[in-house]
């Protein structure tokens, strides 16, 4: 359709529709405004030095949308007076104007039924026209940006509001361009999402291209969807050093902000592999509009090297980038406590019946985490399976709220290790068991393990002395020799019947027996069999509840959960879990505080049988 010029001179841009209501009945995808310092001149001349080519931008717009193209010539063309731009059918041109002989603005409006795909445009203007081929495509995704401009170093909340979109969590995800980092992102709706976005002080200023990846390599484009302003928020941070488990007061002084009272600050911290909860702030004051007072703690463990610093205070947010560095604290022996296992662990396979089997010892001597971390997860009902080793030969069900897939705890960092020489070994009269230093790049985590050990490493009913072969002064642990820290369990044992493979099945009406042998726990060590289930339908039954029945028989080799037992089980495959357990005596290195690490030792097995 065709449209008559609307003769002005250059307008400001369009502002945007705030209204979120607004926003979903009316998206708006707007264009670039190209500045110019040259002036109408006369068309002819510019004729006479060759013909002018024009272009469009943006290059595609979506169905039902309103937005502004820009019309730019390589030479003079546009006329003040006379101008008509046609974008075909289903395309309404609202307005001209001619801002130059060199550009122009045409405002369209594009029907919600206009025909999807690529069409030419048509320019005429003094008696001159120009088919741009194939320039404009209709397309029937769109959204929009709301806010649309931020301010350079400033952390924003932002609604991205789509059109014929099919956004997905955890598939789908925006770019906003250089210099512009999104924080968190949700998607709330085939049509709606969130985003918090922080602009670093180095980005460029001006208008930038939004991309919604859709996945597998589906990215609809909002040209010129965000303005970067030229107004910058700046801020600095005080003390620009902080030591590993210091608790350290901290200001922060900014430029052009807004903060209020009545709403609290929040402190997050990223290091290069993005935000890091190993810094706890303590407390948070406000001061005035521009600054803001704390305490904050450093766990022992925090990560080395420079740190950004992300400020939030209600809509407001500001980052400053390198804003303190985390350097390494002293540490001594008295903070050093030590983990040391022995295991066996063993799976039998549910289709062939084969059991896998792999033998473990491990060692790690670590400064435990200052401030210690936080733990989610549900809390427990009934009583404490295995909490008490007697009286024997009683069973119990017991049953574990959780969140469904089960609550994690807070994303804590690695404690700090250190080394006790290239190797440690566990001593006995029965055999010596060498553990080699291992460094895990991941996590900066030194540790100990013994490669391809096998059963016959893993001596029962036997005690095991610790010896390290130290480290130079200062740069570790030096040789120690800890008597009698790790027991094994008191016989090796195997699992008799029912051979649990091929989807062995059991009638939950009628008792379920197993035998083993030979366990030989009693009074050393734990004999501990439990059949777990999900969604029981008996006492245990409710929302995101999971329960199991559980056993700590006596030695006779011989057990059985009674029908009763068994019909508090859910229906369905169900994994049943056999271990012999058993633990050393409290130790530490002389000269830590830590005195009460122990050693533990066990021999597991895992199966599977199905329930009617």
């Not at 009693?522 to 409710?542: E, H, R």
């Not at 009763?564 to 271990?579: C, D, H, I, K, N």
């Amino acid at each position: 359709m065709r449209c008559c010029p609307t003769l002005a001179l250059r307008s400001p841009r369009p502002s945007r529709i705030g209204a979120l209501a607004l926003l979903l009945a009316v998206p708006l995808v707007t264009g670039a405004c190209k500045s110019t310092d040259k002036g109408a001149t006369d068309t002819a001349a510019g004729e006479a030095a060759g013909p002018a080519s024009v272009s469009l931008f943006p290059p595609k717009g979506g169905q039902g949308t309103t937005l502004e193209v820009d019309l730019s010539a390589s030479r003079s063309f546009f006329d003040y007076s006379n101008i008509v731009v046609d974008f075909g059918e289903g395309i309404t041109v609202e307005s001209v104007t001619v801002d130059d002989a060199w550009g122009a603005r045409a405002t369209i409006n594009i029907e919600d039924g206009a025909e999807l795909g690529r069409r030419s445009v048509q320019v005429e203007t003094s008696g001159r026209e120009k088919t741009l081929t194939d320039a404009f495509e209709v397309i029937s995704e769109s959204f929009i940006v709301d806010p649309d401009s931020v301010r350079i170093g400033e952390t924003v909340n932002v609604d991205l509001v789509g059109r014929n979109t099919a956004w997905q969590g955890g598939v789908t995800w925006p770019s906003f361009g250089d210099g512009v980092r999104v924080d968190e992102f949700s998607v709330l709706s085939e049509t709606l999402a969130t985003a918090t976005i922080s602009v670093a002080p180095s980005t460029l200023p001006g208008w930038r291209n939004v991309v919604m990846d859709n996945g597998a390599g589906d990215l609809v484009t909002l040209y010129d969807g965000l303005k970067v302003d030229r107004v910058a928020l700046a801020a600095t941070f005080d003390p620009t050093i902080a030591e590993q488990g210091d608790t350290v007061e901290f200001t922060i002084q900014a430029r052009g902000t807004q903060f209020r009272e009545d709403q609290p600050p929040r402190l997050t911290f990223f290091d290069r592999f993005g935000e890091n909860p190993d810094i706890v702030v303590d407390n948070i004051v406000w001061l005035d509009a521009e600054n803001v007072y704390g305490q904050m703690t450093l766990s022992n463990a925090s990560a080395l090297g420079m740190r950004e610093v992300r400020l939030d205070n209600g809509d407001e947010g500001i980052v400053i980038p390198d804003a303190f560095e985390v350097i390494g604290g002293d540490w001594d022996l008295s903070q050093v406590a030590i983990d040391l296992s022995f295991t066996v662990v063993r799976n039998r396979d549910n289709t062939t019946g084969i059991v896998s089997e792999s033998v473990r010892a491990s060692c790690m001597f670590y400064i435990p985490l200052d401030p210690p971390c936080p733990q989610g997860g549900g809390s427990g009902s009934g009583s404490e399976a295995g909490s008490d080793p007697a009286p024997y030969d009683q069973n119990g069900a017991w049953g574990a709220t959780g969140e469904g897939s089960g609550g994690g705890g807070e994303d804590c960092p690695f404690p700090t290790t250190v080394p006790a020489g290239d190797y440690v070994w566990l001593e006995s009269d029965a055999n010596v068991i060498t553990l080699e230093k291992t460094y895990d790049t991941a996590s900066g985590m030194v540790y100990y393990t013994a490669p391809d050990l096998v059963l016959a490493d893993y001596v029962p009913r036997n005690l095991y002395d610790l010896h390290t072969q130290g480290e130079p002064e200062g740069e570790g642990i030096g040789e120690y020799l800890l008597d009698g820290v790790l027991p094994t369990v008191p016989a090796d044992w195997t699992w008799t019947s029912p051979i649990l493979t091929g989807n062995y099945t059991h009638n939950r009406a009628e008792p379920f027996v197993y035998t083993w042998t030979p366990a030989l726990t009693y009074p050393d060590a734990t004999f501990w069999v439990s059949i777990f289930t999900k969604q029981s339908p008996g006492p245990l039954s409710m929302e995101n509840w999971s329960g199991y029945v559980g056993a700590m028989p006596f030695d006779d080799g011989v057990h059985q959960f009674s029908a009763e037992e068994m019909t508090w089980l859910a229906p369905g495959g169900v994994p049943v879990y056999a271990y012999s357990f058993i633990q050393g005596r409290e130790f530490g290195l002389p000269e830590s505080i830590y005195q009460t690490n122990v050693g533990i030792s066990y021999i597991y097995l895992s199966q599977y049988m199905v329930l009617e």
